[in-house]
């Protein structure tokens, strides 16, 4: 792909998509970090190189999806859990990205005009972070502890449609350019972005999961599926 040497931006795209494929950020890392004697390049600094790929807003990812139809009719359900591994020392969370497909009962008692709007929505998705399976880290009823929640999306009310509902959640070390991706997206209506407790909480041995609520009898939460996607940055 040939780009213009006047256009940095595009530069700075096409170097963020370079750097998802698999083992190419730390294969860069190494190769930064080691230096080139041979163009006698100098090794780029340890403490600088989580920045240079920080403000590219080049992360790893990883993704859990689940493509199973379910309803929940006046309760709640786990429907997705994605567990943090354990082995991600020298990388820290710095985001994460959810998506789901869903829609309620398609009718309602309320007033027609709150119909097609999130005003009156009973059914609706929430993020969680939670810890993990161990014998402390659960309730008396062993449910996994919660340690910090956010709404994800609500159905649109009254619309027996599917619906894909994504949300963002940015955590201290996004990216300016993630940051201004998300603020674009937040002027959407049903879309938010705020997620930095949420982020913060994400750490290995933890989980963030995807749970479906239906509140009052007769409101029913239809999800045809989910994907849950982590952002981490490698720091050392």
């Not at 096409?14 to 930064?32: F, Q």
């Not at 937040?186 to 479906?212: M, N, T, Y």
């Amino acid at each position: 792909m040939r780009l213009s040497r006047h256009n940095p931006w595009a530069f700075q795209t096409a170097v963020s998509e370079a750097l998802k494929r698999p083992g190419y950020i730390d294969a860069l890392w190494d190769a930064l970090s080691n230096g080139d004697k041979a163009s006698h390049r100098a090794p780029v600094p340890c403490e600088v190189l989580p920045l240079i790929l920080h403000f590219a807003g080049s992360y790893k990812e990883m993704t859990l999806s689940k493509e199973e139809p379910v309803r929940i009719s006046n309760g709640n359900f786990a429907y997705l859990t994605h567990p943090i591994p354990t082995n991600l020392h020298g990388h820290q969370v710095v985001g994460a990205r959810i998506s789901v497909t869903s829609h309620d009962q398609g009718w309602s008692s309320e007033h027609p005009h709150l119909r097609g709007t999130y005003i009156g929505s009973y059914t609706w998705g929430e993020a969680l972070v939670v810890e993990s399976s161990s014998p402390t880290s659960t309730t008396e009823q062993g449910i996994p502890r919660v340690v910090v929640g956010t709404e994800v999306y609500r159905n649109l009310h009254a619309v027996k449609i599917w619906q894909t509902h994504e949300k963002t959640f940015v955590g201290p070390l996004a990216s300016p350019r993630g940051k201004a991706q998300v603020d674009e997206e937040s002027k959407e209506e049903g879309v938010q972005s705020d997620g930095g407790d949420l982020i913060s909480a994400v750490r290995p041995g933890r989980a963030l999961a995807l749970h479906l609520h239906a509140q009052y009898p007769g409101w029913t939460n239809f999800t045809q599926g989910a994907h849950i996607t982590i952002q981490y940055l490698r720091v050392d």
